[in-house]
């Protein structure tokens, strides 16, 4: 396949097409990835953050007052450029300027090489943080059995 954005960045162009296909179930939106991409340099994770930052930010701050449909669409797009934007930060522990610029519950959970997780891709790293992520989930909004929120 040619290589439509990126042409010299096998990487940068291979996690812009992971983000095109989350616009077949809502995950993304083709125009937010293209003008996204537009604003970041070839190799320069930097970049790459900030940019996937800012159109994160601009997608929650607009789902934040939207009608509850839109809202959801909205923060689920947001939520994978979030992802997006730290992407490349994995190679740094002490980065941590994602997790400081979220604003709402948050837990820094550190995953060891014993847990598995120096196998990052690897079916088991991926359990482990499902599992952890669902865990925090649990906690943090608390639902019934009904999946409702509890009274707090």
Known sequence: MKQLLFEDDVQFWFETL???GHASYGG?????????????APGDYDSWHDAWLETADRVSAEAATAHPVSARDG?????????SAEHFLHGNPDDARL???LTGPKTLLTF???EGAGAHCHAGAQRL??????????????????GCPRDR
């Open 75 to 83: 923060f689920l797009r947001a939520s994978t450029y979030y992802r």
């Open 129 to 146: 943080a499902l599992a952890r992520i669902f865990d925090w989930l649990d906690d943090t909004i608390q639902l019934t059995r009904r």
């Open 28 to 40: 993304s939106d083709f125009g937010e990835i293209v003008a996204t991409a537009s604003r970041i």
């Open 18 to 20: 992971r983000l095109f």
């Open 99 to 101: 997790y400081e610029h």
């Open 112 to 114: 060891t090489e014993q």
